[in-house]
């Protein structure tokens, strides 16, 4: 099964950009507050993977 979703990306500050993670991610993985989202880009396939690290880990 497939989740697909579409977030708009905006400004933050100079450099940074920002979006938000849609609510049926965050009740699907459990993120909560404090958590954190490693970013993990292979270059060679040019795909993009998220892991959702709990806040007390």
């Known amino acids: 099964m497939n989740i697909e979703e579409i977030t ?3 400004n933050q500050g100079e450099i940074s950009l920002i979006t938000t993670i849609p609510k049926t991610y965050v009740k699907v993985l459990n993120i ?3 958590d954190k989202i490693e970013w993990i880009l ?3 396939t040019e795909s993009l993977n998220l892991k959702i ?3 007390d880990e």
Do not use: F, M, P
């Open 53 to 55: 690290c709990k806040n």
């Open 8 to 10: 708009k990306v905006r």
């Open 32 to 34: 909560e507050y404090g």
């Open 42 to 44: 292979d270059t060679e």
